[in-house]
């Protein structure tokens, strides 16, 4: 069992954010799946918050999970497009059970299959990528 998150981050919007993923999957409530969206929402959220490596400064906070310690947004400052991209990033995560080899079983209409990425940020880094930090040559 995952140990719970501190409050106020932006990690609290991890139910919101499951949900609507589930709704841009089209998934019924009562799909037995459904409850792994919520685990699949906070790895998104997480995922992001190590890509864009915040930095320390008013408004943020030092999160520390498992011995990590990282920075993130609080619970209501996270950009909207960071929120956006963990929506997706959520779907995708949890689609990726449905492609084994990484091929998901779906095509394209004209019948060329669909891969998923090797790179699970792949599809969202450019929604986050204006808020990376920590990175650059002075």
Request: aromatic share 8%; with cysteine.
């Amino acid at each position: 069992m995952s140990e719970p998150l501190p409050t106020g981050t932006w990690h609290d919007q991890a139910p919101d954010i499951a949900a609507a993923a589930r709704a841009m999957l089209r998934l019924n409530v009562a799909d037995p799946d459904v409850p792994r969206l919520d685990g699949c929402a906070r790895a998104a959220c997480s995922a992001i918050d190590h890509w864009t490596n915040l930095l320390p400064c008013d408004g943020r906070m030092e999160l520390t999970v498992g011995g990590e310690t990282w920075v993130t947004w609080a619970d209501g400052d996270a950009p909207a497009d960071a929120v956006t991209a963990a929506e997706q990033l959520c779907g995708e995560l949890f689609r990726r059970k449905d492609a084994p080899f990484g091929v998901l079983n779906a095509a394209s209409a004209n019948a060329v299959p669909m891969y998923v990425s090797r790179d699970q940020l792949a599809g969202i880094r450019s929604l986050v990528a204006p808020y990376r930090e920590g990175f650059g040559f002075a």
